[in-house]
């Protein structure tokens, strides 16, 4: 089965860090390049972040950049999200996003930040 | 804020058939993908390079684009259809649309 699933989310005050792991199964993974994307609580999609096959290549949203890194293990199949400083607008179900086209989706992570 | 609107709902019958619109610039540059999510469900891709279907969506989804607005068609909207329905962007070009609610009833 081709698959991602996340993990690591929880329950973080604001200021704190976070890292978000999405491993892969089922496809090769070193060959897309993966997304990472967030929903807010009964909001829409936001993209946040962007990383080449390799890992050389990463784009951030504005609303991350400078407080979010996105890096990959691909003998690992894993694709990982490092968030800090974070503030009580990042509270979200995160997903990654990969394979042909942005064809597979994990289940998401629940992040909320609060005191 | 992103750069692709979309109308926040549309509402056909069963059968009819139900046009989403995206719209920006980009659309005129970049190829446009639309992805489905129902409620409390991960999003499927449901159109790819502006205009092909992933295997396994059904034939009455297709895609379309003119200048800067691409079109998500469903031919005879069945009830299962009902959901959120996003466009979406290269990565470096800000990603999702707003996002429409489709309702068929």
């Known amino acids: 089965d081709v698959q991602l699933a996340e993990s690591g989310g929880g329950l973080i005050q604001p200021g704190g860090s976070l890292r978000l792991s999405c491993a892969g199964s089922?496809?090769?993974?070193?060959?897309?390049?993966m997304n990472w994307v967030r929903q807010a609580p009964g909001k829409g999609l936001e993209w946040i972040s962007y990383i080449s096959s390799t890992g050389a290549t990463t784009y951030y949203a504005d609303s991350v950049k400078g407080r979010f890194t996105s890096f990959r293990d691909n003998p690992k199949k894993s694709l990982f999200l490092q968030m800090k400083s974070l503030r009580v607008e990042d509270t979200a179900l995160y997903y990654c996003m990969g394979g042909y086209f942005g064809s597979v989706w994990g289940q998401g992570t629940l992040v909320t930040v609060s005191s | 804020s992103s750069e692709l609107t979309q109308p926040s709902s549309v509402s056909v019958s069963p059968g009819q058939t139900a046009r989403i619109t995206c719209s920006g610039d980009v659309v005129a540059k970049k190829y446009v993908r639309w992805f489905q999510q129902k409620s409390g469900q991960a999003p499927v891709l449901v159109i790819y390079k502006t205009s092909e279907r992933p295997s396994g969506i059904p034939e009455r989804f297709s895609g379309s684009s003119s200048g800067t607005t691409a079109t998500l068609a469903i031919s005879g909207a069945q009830v299962e259809d009902e959901a959120d329905y996003y466009c979406y962007s290269a990565p470096d070009d800000r990603g999702f649309g707003g996002g429409t609610k489709l309702t068929v009833l």
């Open positions: 089922g496809f090769d993974f070193r060959n897309y390049s």
